[in-house]
């Protein structure tokens, strides 16, 4: 399956869209900003652009899609006056695959500039956002035309779910939507094989756009080596498989399914970074956090309603993949049994994910 006809996250700006289910990708955003901001203030330091031009990848749409943009003029701002330095002119790009609703970030920017207008006052100078659609597996910009790139919680998306996966007579996962600890070897060998080429594409493609000293903050969802924590994707397949038992969908129909998202872990990472040779890692940590406690609900609320919270904001996400699968008229029921599992599943296994966020920068 190519993910470019069917990943969105669910647009507008209502009660299931990305927009009002995503602090979750957001505190992800808060706990990384130490290294975005020291990433920027190294690389506008060393060049000092009259211009300076950024890209989020993977931007979606909602608040968190202007968030980068926000920390990055406040870093760069912060900088310029303790050098008594003009602010150099931002320029914008939120990209995103074609099925992205960018409109209705690009509907906020009028409040964004007025926000800035009021905190910076005259002194802010221009800034100017585009929107730019495509795969970021592939190119997106000319040559030497960026001077960074962000981006946060979409590299673990692949381009396509592994052949290996798909086109065999005899399904390798049964029973499973994705790696799971009790996955067959063969599983995780396909679902590696596939990330090493995507991202090595990715690379190549962004050291081709980026301008010499340029440079890259990514955090995407990576792995565990004891492959001891659990992710959504994990849960949703036992969610599935019990409604396959039920005869609620077809067992053949999950059987053959595999989602187009794969988690490396640390060392994968810094394998392929190497393989590929266009990059320095500056940076590479893990960060792990509690996907069911890391939501912005009120402290007092009772866990059914907390895992209710956290089965939205994983339905804004996964919505669109699974329905073009397994069809909308599952779709109550399945995130109505996924909340009752978490509720099950959490204090007894590691509802958590290892989040791996990194700095790496265009070699010379
Ligand atoms: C969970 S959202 C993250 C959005 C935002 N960066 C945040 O942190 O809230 C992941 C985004 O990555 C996008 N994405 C996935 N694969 C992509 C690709 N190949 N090219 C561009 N965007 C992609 C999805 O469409 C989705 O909007």
Same mark, same amino acid.
């Given at each position: 399956m190519a993910i470019e006809q069917v990943l969105?996250?669910?647009g507008g700006d209502g009660d299931a869209s990305y927009a009002n289910n995503s602090s979750f990708q957001r505190n992800v955003m808060?706990?990384?900003?130490?290294?975005?901001?020291?990433?920027?203030?190294?690389?506008?330091?060393?060049?000092?652009?009259?211009?300076?031009?950024?890209?989020?990848l993977? %931007?979606?749409?909602? &608040?968190?899609?202007? @968030? /980068?943009?926000?920390? =990055?003029?406040n870093t760069v701002d912060a900088v310029s006056q303790n050098l008594n330095l003009e602010q150099p002119v931002f320029q914008f790009f939120l990209n995103d695959l074609f099925g992205n609703d960018f409109n209705t970030t690009f509907k906020s920017l009028p409040d964004f500039y007025k926000r800035l207008q009021q905190e910076k006052g005259h002194k802010f100078g221009p800034c100017f956002f585009s929107g730019t659609p495509g795969s970021f597996y592939g190119r997106l910009?000319?040559?030497?035309?960026?001077?960074?790139?962000?981006?946060?919680?979409s590299l673990h998306w692949l381009s396509k779910t592994p052949d290996e996966l798909t086109v065999v007579a005899e399904p390798l996962n049964k029973g499973a939507i994705y790696l799971t600890k009790t996955s067959p070897p063969a599983v995780h060998k396909a679902y590696f094989a596939q990330f090493r080429e995507d991202f090595k594409l990715f690379?190549?493609?962004?050291? %081709?756009?980026?301008? &010499?000293?340029?440079? @890259? /903050?990514?955090?995407? =969802?990576?792995?565990?080596?004891?492959?001891?924590?659990?992710?959504?994707?994990?849960?949703i397949g036992m969610v599935l498989n019990d409604m396959a038992s039920e005869n609620l969908i077809e067992k053949a129909k999950l059987d053959a399914f595999n989602?187009?998202?794969?988690?490396?872990?640390?060392?994968?990472?810094?394998?392929?970074?190497?393989?590929?040779?266009?990059?320095?890692?500056?940076?590479?940590?893990?960060?792990?956090?509690?996907w069911i406690k890391n939501i912005n609900v009120s402290d007092d609320i009772d866990e059914d309603t907390r895992a209710e919270a956290v089965a939205k904001y994983i339905r804004a996400v996964a919505e669109s993949i699974l329905k073009s699968e397994f069809g909308e008229a599952i779709m109550d029921?399945?995130?109505?049994?996924?909340?009752?599992?978490?509720?099950?599943?959490?204090?007894?296994?590691?509802?958590?994910?290892?989040?791996?966020?990194?700095h790496i920068t265009k070699s010379t």
């Open positions: 969105h996250m669910n808060l706990t990384t900003k130490h290294i975005l901001e020291d990433s920027i203030i190294r690389l506008y330091c060393a060049t000092f652009p009259s211009c300076l031009k950024v890209a989020d993977g %931007c979606s749409s909602g &608040p968190n899609a202007l @968030m /980068v943009a926000s920390n =990055i003029i910009f000319p040559n030497d035309s960026v001077h960074f790139f962000h981006s946060s919680y690379l190549g493609s962004r050291s %081709c756009e980026l301008l &010499p000293g340029g440079a @890259m /903050v990514i955090t995407l =969802i990576g792995r565990d080596e004891n492959n001891e924590l659990i992710n959504a994707w994990v849960v989602i187009p998202s794969y988690c490396p872990t640390a060392e994968e990472i810094r394998q392929v970074i190497e393989e590929e040779g266009s990059f320095d890692i500056q940076r590479l940590e893990t960060i792990r956090t509690d029921e399945l995130f109505r049994r996924f909340k009752n599992k978490i509720v099950k599943l959490h204090g007894v296994e590691k509802l958590e994910l290892a989040n791996l966020v990194m």
